[in-house]
């Protein structure tokens, strides 16, 4: 079915917004979004892996050749370099990897030094956005008192690595190991990660601490680094699991009717919302559990399939069967969204990440169930003539579209549904890694970890 799904918005995205960043399903038309500047293509690029792994092999073949005459990074505009790392980068890395083609490997290193100025900081933390011409950097402006924000300068490292890896440049994997330096220097509030760091002082601003959006990646990163490099980044493993620890002590929380969750720290104060974002932290607990501290494995697989409850609640609890942005866990509300502003739902992935992970950990069929649930929910809400495309309200008896068919929607979602019903053997986790928009990298082998430190 998710093969189905895949091809619908695939053929509609290539009918309507062909070589445009995204889709309009509804008004059948492309789709721009500033994070990616003037680049071109988010949906192609973002959607390669998913058609090699689907064996959609026509369809590979058009988006391939697309990348070698259209993708041009010598625009005169500024990116998220996160965005474009994430969805880019690792697209391409991903589509490298699993097909041979160097035009992807070729672009992808080509993009990668497009991105090197950002960190042309005095501490080496990486610009927000950057002019990818001029190659001048600054943050979001909203972000407390000009800081970087720890997803996204925290998730780099996957990428860089192999860039360094394949370009045998080795400037990639140092500018990211540059950024472990400087958080393991400074204080962590009570063992926390704050999600602002100033890129200039190398100070923390305001002390708000989430797993779910401005730090949800950076967690993930650092238990993937530790399993990318085949076990052998201790640092990784050190920092992943220390923070683990600090955010069940004191983050995650029991509502009264039993649903585990994790709440977001406010300079020591709790709120207690949980955002669709944070529900990937199920599948990461239940991933990172083999290699957890003095028989805390357990713990942590328990945690894991908790949070999948948890997110599996927000769900159900609404009319359409598709959780909310945020729900919240106060005054008798559990696993709610009470914010008009928190009811919507934009194809995002994360519970059916955390269902996948879990199935593949654990293989207790509900998982599978719970994914067909959702299965059904896209298809009856989100599913329109021109695609799919997220929902305003999904609380509400009536449809209002946002008409939107995000890359994520093709590079995250299908692809989790699509290995939720697959065997344990297409691309299995002892030999690969999945950055964050759920692009494949493989394991790098403690060889290929040992060239490179020599090459250091």
């Known amino acids: 079915v998710s093969l189905q799904m895949m ?32 680049i071109q293509g988010a949906t192609i690029v973002d959607a390669l892996d998913t058609l090699y792994i689907m064996e959609m092999k026509e369809e590979f073949k058009e988006a ?27 697209g391409l890395l991903s589509a490298y990897y699993l097909s041979g083609e160097e035009i992807f490997r070729k672009k992808a290193v080509e993009l990668g ?65 540059n950024i472990r330096k400087v958080l393991n220097r400074l204080d962590k509030p009570e063992g926390l990660y704050p999600n602002y760091l100033n890129p200039s002082s190398g100070q923390w601003g305001q002390h708000h601490v989430s797993i779910g959006g401005l730090g949800d990646s950076f967690y993930e990163y650092l238990l993937k680094a530790w399993l990318m490099s085949g076990k052998t980044d201790e640092e990784g493993r050190k920092m992943y699991y220390d923070a683990v620890q600090a955010i069940e002590t004191h983050l995650i929380r029991k509502s009264s009717g039993g649903l585990t969750y994790i709440a977001e720290w406010k300079g020591g104060l709790l709120e207690h919302k949980m955002g669709h974002l944070t529900c990937f932290a199920g599948g990461m607990f239940a991933l990172g559990a ?36 945020a729900f919240r866990f106060d005054g008798g509300v559990e696993a709610i969204a009470t914010r008009q502003n928190e009811k919507y739902y934009i194809l995002r992935p994360e519970v059916i990440e955390t269902y996948m992970y879990m199935w593949r950990l654990t293989h207790d069929p509900k998982y599978r169930q719970w994914g067909w649930e959702a299965v059904e929910a896209l298809e009856k809400y989100c599913r329109v003539d021109g695609g799919y495309s997220g929902i305003r309200d999904v609380y509400s008896n009536r ?3 946002d008409d939107v068919q995000q890359s994520f929607f093709l590079s995250e979602t299908l692809k989790y549904l699509y290995l939720l019903f697959s065997e344990d053997d297409l691309l299995p986790f002892e030999h690969w890694v999945f950055n964050t928009e759920a692009h494949p990298l493989p394991i790098l082998d403690k060889d290929d970890g040992n060239k490179e430190e020599t090459q250091k």
């Not at 005459?69 to 474009?84: G, P, R, T, Y």
């Not at 927000?128 to 800081?147: E, V």
């Not at 490292?157 to 140092?174: K, M, Q, R, W, Y």
Request: proline share 5%.
């Open 7 to 38: 091809k619908h918005a695939w053929d509609n995205y290539k009918r309507y917004a062909w070589g445009l960043n995204e889709l309009k399903p509804i008004s059948k038309q492309g789709h721009s979004s500033n994070l990616f500047g003037n």
């Open 64 to 90: 391939k050749e697309w990348v070698e005459q259209n993708l041009d990074f010598n625009v005169n505009a500024e990116i998220s370099v996160f965005e474009v790392n994430i969805r880019f980068v690792g």
């Open 113 to 177: 030094e497009k991105l090197l100025p950002a960190f042309n900081t005095p501490t080496g933390i990486p610009w927000a956005l950057l002019n990818i011409k001029s190659g001048i950097g600054r943050n979001w402006p909203w972000a407390s008192g000009g800081s970087s924000i720890l997803a996204e300068f925290g998730t780099l490292h996957l990428e860089f690595i192999h860039l360094s890896h394949l370009s045998g440049n080795p400037l990639f994997a140092e500018k990211v190991m």
């Open 290 to 325: 083999d290699g957890a501290p003095n028989d805390k494995t357990g713990r942590h697989t328990e945690l894991g399939a908790e949070i999948a409850r948890t997110c599996h609640e927000s769900y159900d609890r609404t009319s359409m069967k598709l959780g909310p942005e």
């Open 399 to 401: 449809q209002s579209h």
